[in-house]
């Protein structure tokens, strides 16, 4: 089957990802991580998410592991933490995320959420950044509709490529106004913590939706998240057979009358839902 494709970072890339939070925190875990990692490779799941936040950079280093020798193959994301996110400490902070993943460039730099650094120091981070070749495009994380107005007024706002936020079937506060916004300005939103970090797979309804489709929670729930336009789930999946069962959702055609079940069972959201976050 040809993978379903959505353009970011100026890449074609397969409309799955791959997270990797809490990967790295246990040195015994490490291998088995960065496998699974390479697992989601061969199935085409080329989007591999990470940051300098999760396990302190521990979580880059497995993903360094994971892409070693493949890096050409991989659409690269990692984030910058607020508190780094001055000018030169964006710049700073980069450098020693590469050195982590044993590359010489990310595809996609993310701040990752607002902090007290003015955004104007951040983008002036992200283009230093650029002209050095050390990143080829930048975003946001966990940004609502407001902090994207207020991003999208700056200079060269408008070159944002993604906004990373929680995003599921429990979780639609998107809907209200972030996403509409995106879709009009072409900025894919990346989907984070698709399944509710496992703890969707427990929902007695949602468990009866899937059986009924001969299908599992996780991959409904990914299904579901694939019809979004312009957006891309990053499951995490530190075991292969997760990362096997993920990649298949792509092939999970929802029937209306599944997509009726699942609007009762967690409606869209009405007014002006504030901003989740994990
Ligand atoms: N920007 C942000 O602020 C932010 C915040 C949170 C997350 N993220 C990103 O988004 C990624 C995904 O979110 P997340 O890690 O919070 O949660 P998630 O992807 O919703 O859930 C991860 C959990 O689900 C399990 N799992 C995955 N596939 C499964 C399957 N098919 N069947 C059963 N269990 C399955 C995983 O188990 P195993 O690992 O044992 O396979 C893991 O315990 C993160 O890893 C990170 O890259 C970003």
Known sequence: M?????????????RLGQGTWNMGERGADREAEAR?????LDLGLTLVDTAEMYAQ??????????????????????????????????????????????TDHLDLYLLHWTGSHPLEETLAGFAALQAAGKIRHWGVSNFDADDMAELLALEGGAACATNQVLYNLTRRWPEARLAPLCRRRSIPLMAYSPIEQGRMLRDAGLKKIAAGLGATVAQVALAWLLRQPGVIPIPKAARPVHVEENR????????????SALNRLFPAPKGNPSIEML
Not at 70 to 97: F, H
């Open 57 to 102: 950079g521990g979580s880059e280093e497995v993903v360094g592991a994971a892409i070693a020798g493949r890096r050409d193959e991989v659409v690269l994301v990692s984030k910058v933490l607020p508190s780094n996110a001055s000018r030169q400490g964006t710049v700073a902070a980069c450098e020693r995320s590469l050195k982590r993943l044993a």
């Open 248 to 259: 298949r959702a792509l092939e999970l055609e929802l029937p209306d009358e599944t997509l």
């Open 36 to 40: 699974a990692l390479r697992r989601g």
């Open 2 to 14: 040809t993978l379903p494709m959505i353009e970011i970072a100026g890449r074609r890339t397969p």
